[in-house]
């Protein structure tokens, strides 16, 4: 469900863009541009619309007239300003909501359209959650756990070996909590180093001697948004030190700048080690720790669920290979193998055997392939 917004004032539309993608959002001056645009699409339950009281040489009622009249119905929100009367409006078919400037929440203004978004979509299909492969029970329950706090506000700590599929959980939490931003991943192993630092903080003009402009930096780009701090266990300890005031206060200072910027972000993190045996051995801050797990959420190994083996095979030839097809009685190796690599080894090891199937449609899978 794309947002139209309609208004003359560039500030007013600026609230939402800093807020949703631009494949999401489309910005229009006039009320005639508004119109161009609905014409080439009768989809007209997909469409949300903003209308601001500042319309140019058109105004509100017009505009509502005009929606009736060409029996476009949708939902319709008017924002009008400071000590603004309402309109007097026509009786209309679709539903309109009157917002005044003065007394807008515009962070539950932006819940309340994601939501209205999330219904259709959860309708066509659940996001990306097809993308944990598995229909083994401890897969369902990562799965469920992912959807529970997703919708909550606390920070996620996501635990497993490597190749278990920590990324693609960070990937679901933040399109069930914000679909229509840009997620920001952080390998945190590239952080602990000035230009790593400068990179993720951001630094001001000059702050450095290579720093000939200004560098807003990864956090100012989690605004509204996903920060996802993989490999979060390679942080030293004067690097989980900086992070503590972002992560309590949501402020931080750019290098080389003394004012404060405020950026609030859903924090995910992942590890493959066990965080709390590194706190105890004091490579990992206790305050740090308990700031980044509310809660954790475990990954299986592939070692765990075998019996979602077949269908990950499945799954790997729908992406990469659909005209093949495999040896069912050579998938039963696969099923002997203890997988240290997870998941990511399988279809590194399936992948091997279709490029040495060449042409031929039967893949067959041969036990010097895995390693």
Known sequence: MPLFIVSSDWRFKDRFKRHF????????????????????SEEWEDVQIIADEKLGTSNQKDLVSQLERLKIQVPLILIMDKGSSEPVLPEVS???????????????????LNQNTDSIKEKEAPYCMNTLIGESKCMEEVRETLKRYASQDCSIHLFGETGTGKELGAYIIHNLSCPHRKIVPVNCSLLDSQVGNSTFFGHAKGAF???????????????QSTLFLDEVENLSLESQANMLRLLETRQYRQY???????????LVTASNKDLLKLMENKTMRNDFYYR?????????????????????????????????RWDKQDLKILELYAWPGNVRQLFSTLKRCCIKSGTKDLVHIYPEAIA
């Open 209 to 223: 001697t290579d720093g000939k402009q200004e560098v807003l930096g990864l956090v100012h780009e989690a605004d």
């Open 94 to 112: 679709f539903p309109i909501e009157i917002l005044h400037k003065e007394h807008i929440n515009y962070e539950e203004l932006f819940k309340k």
């Open 292 to 324: 980044i797990t509310d809660t954790t959420i475990r990954f299986p190994p592939l070692r765990e669920h075998k019996e979602d083996i077949p269908l990950l095979c499945e799954y790997f030839l729908s992406t990469y290979a659909s005209d093949k």
């Open 256 to 266: 080389g700048d003394t004012e404060l910027k405020t950026s609030k972000f859903r």
């Open 21 to 40: 993608s631009y494949d999401f959002i489309h910005e229009f001056c006039m009320v005639q541009k508004l119109f161009d645009r609905l014409s080439q």
